[in-house]
């Protein structure tokens, strides 16, 4: 991969990393039909390689940038990049460092265990107060009279897949919750290069019907003592909220929006700060609605602190027995981006934040640009399901 400065025409490689190459190699035969008599003039697919391509992009705002993709070199030589990425450890215990954070995740379930940041080694972030003891704890639900699961307890993950390279890593678990087979959850992180945030993306699909007294998702825990502050942006008073949580009583619950921009815990004695900025956010439903109970964030403390979205929870409404139904086919998704800042002197606790959180909503916006493949035909053939004129008769139908 090569940038090309469109004012100064200077011409520099950038690395890159290429990964999830998928193959489908079986070709159009243009078989005759029953008569004898050709079907069509020219296939209607060829055999495809597909692949991603992940590369450094350094592009001021308000700015362009052209980047070209060289492939399809039988004789080219594979050649390593270097970048602060590293990747050490066994699945599902990974050890993810750059020249930012060094974070754990946890040698049974893979989620976030421990992070640390590289300026305040003395500090490192974690929980392990309950249960599992991790960070991040969530997609998971409470159906009576079985115990509270959640993906963070998986003991390993069913499924377990990883990607290492110089430019994106990637750990990713799926499978059912633990002694919760009606219910489907993945959690999958990215991480990058001198980067202080990682990106998760977590799904939780209901295969068949519960009956529940929480569902939950986008939980992050700490251990009480390592917090002193949260803050969060409220959309209803188009203000920033700040709440001294060390003499907060136990179970005190701080409610929020369901599509709160972005959370964040600190300590203003250590200078850390840990936030969650909410980059999508998705409910929906194939066989039925979803049925969900006045979703909504939240914070509370006790032995910990944490924040998370309830679904549908009415263990925290006054009436704590009562159960909602997850139908057979709702399907909830969340991508958030988890970033550990150091407070500088004289910011606002939150001031790194609100600049990772401009950034990462206002993403680069990629326009590809594919050559010609010298075997395609200039002809568009279509396959309709049914008999009948498809509109395009008497008309020209070339696309290059």
Request: proline share 7%; charged share 20%.
């Amino acid at each position: 991969v090569v940038s090309i400065d469109t004012r100064t025409h200077i011409i520099e490689e950038v690395p890159c990393q290429i990964y999830d190459i998928k193959k489908y190699l079986k070709e159009d035969d243009l078989a005759p039909d029953a008569d004898g008599n050709p079907t069509r003039e020219a296939p209607i697919w060829y055999g495809t390689i597909t692949a991603r391509v992940a590369f450094l992009a350094n592009v001021p705002a308000k700015s362009s940038k052209v980047f070209l993709i060289y492939y399809n070199n039988e004789n080219a030589l594979t050649k390593m990049y270097q970048t602060d990425l590293r990747v050490q450890g066994e699945a599902p215990g990974l050890k993810i460092d750059n020249s930012i954070y060094s974070i754990g995740l946890h040698p049974d379930s893979g989620h976030l265990d421990q992070i640390t940041l590289k300026s305040k080694p003395d500090d490192p972030l974690f929980h392990r107060m309950e249960t599992n003891g991790a960070i991040h704890w969530n997609p998971g639900s409470w159906v009576p009279p079985r115990p509270w699961t959640h993906t963070a307890d998986w003991k390993p993950p069913a499924n377990i897949n990883y990607i290492t390279g110089p430019i994106v890593s990637i750990a990713e678990m799926w499978g059912n919750l633990r002694e919760l087979p009606e219910v489907d959850a993945s959690v999958r992180y990215e991480f990058f290069p001198g980067m202080p945030y990682f990106i998760s993306s977590t799904t939780m699909r209901i295969n068949e019907r519960i009956d529940c007294i929480a569902l939950r998702n986008a939980e992050i825990v700490f251990k009480r003592e390592q917090i002193t502050h949260a803050a969060w942006y409220d959309i209803i008073s188009d203000s920033i909220i700040v709440y001294d949580v060390r003499d907060m009583p136990d179970l005190t619950d701080l409610n929020m929006e369901a599509d709160t921009p972005w959370i964040t815990f600190y300590n203003v004695d250590t200078g850390i700060g840990f936030s969650g900025i909410q980059l999508n956010y998705s409910n929906a439903g194939l066989e039925a609605r979803p049925r969900l109970l006045n979703p909504f964030m939240y914070i509370t403390g006790g032995p910990w602190i944490y924040w998370s979205r309830a679904l549908s929870s009415s263990f925290l409404s006054s009436n704590m027995q009562q159960v909602i139904p997850a139908l057979r086919g709702n399907f909830f998704s969340e991508k958030w981006a988890y970033l550990t800042y150091e407070i500088k002197e004289g910011d606002q606790p939150y001031s790194p934040v609100l600049y990772w959180q401009k950034r990462l909503k206002n993403p680069l916006r990629i326009r590809l640009v594919e050559e010609v493949d010298a075997r395609v035909s200039r002809t568009v053939h279509e396959v309709f399901i049914d008999e009948g004129k498809s509109g395009w008769e008497n008309r020209n139908t070339s696309k290059h």
